[in-house]
């Protein structure tokens, strides 16, 4: 069945520093794919989105880029804030297959002043 | 402010009673979901509605309920038929199905303890 795959963290960085979160997928259809972010004692949020191969999804100086040929979207940002300090989700949406989200297992990133 | 309210944040009871978990929005969303959240395992779907009296099983429903008489509201009963009901309940909804616009929108989550 379809699946994501996320590096384990925590992702732990200094204020400034270049972040990537890996995230790889497995789908029979194809699949849109998602960023959500979960902040402290939170819902999720919708953070960046691509809905085919090679689109680029970006939002708050975090962007993800949909990558047909290795199954990836992972997630970068520049330059870290200590805000950003959260639960990073990768997510699909098969369109073809499901009206389902299927969600990966969660990467926490934690930034230090 | 349009969004998704659950209620309580937190919630305690004891083991072989059933607890009902409230969701309400009003962002005029056909879709509604429930998700259980535990440590290292991401979200997982219990249940799912497309339309009001009507919802279909998600991945790990046993041991749960819900019902679905208005758009606005999707409550989630945890029965006492499930083994380990202490978790993060978050509820979300989509304006139709995921699969043509992907987007959910969640609520804050309650945190249910049985003890």
């Known amino acids: 069945g379809d699946s994501v795959t996320q590096m384990e963290g925590p992702v732990t960085l200094s204020e400034e520093a270049f972040l990537t979160i890996n995230c790889t997928y497995t789908a029979t259809g194809y699949p849109s794919l998602f960023w959500y972010v979960q902040y402290p004692g939170e819902g999720l949020q919708l953070l960046l989105k691509a809905t085919k191969a090679d689109d680029k999804g970006s939002n708050k100086g975090f962007e993800a880029t949909y990558r047909k040929e290795t199954t990836s979207f992972h997630l970068e940002k520049g330059s870290v804030q200590v805000s950003d300090s959260a639960v990073y989700f990768c997510a699909l949406s098969d369109k073809g297959n499901t009206d389902k989200l299927i969600f990966g297992t969660g990467t926490r990133l934690q930034v230090f002043p | 402010d349009g969004g998704i309210t659950q209620s309580p944040k937190y919630l305690f009871r004891k083991e072989g009673q059933n607890v009902t978990l409230s969701c309400e929005q009003n962002l005029n969303h056909d879709a509604m979901y429930w998700y259980r959240q535990d440590p290292g395992q991401g979200l997982r779907l219990i249940y799912y509605?497309?339309?009001?009296?009507?919802?279909q099983k998600g991945d790990i429903a046993e041991g749960y309920s819900v019902s679905r008489e208005k758009k606005e509201s999707f409550p989630l009963t945890v029965t006492s038929a499930q083994k380990n009901p202490t978790a993060f309940y978050l509820c979300a909804s989509s304006p139709n199905l995921v699969a043509a616009n992907g987007e959910q929108y969640f609520g804050p989550g309650t945190r249910l303890t049985v003890t």
């Open positions: 509605s497309q339309i009001v009296n009507d919802f």
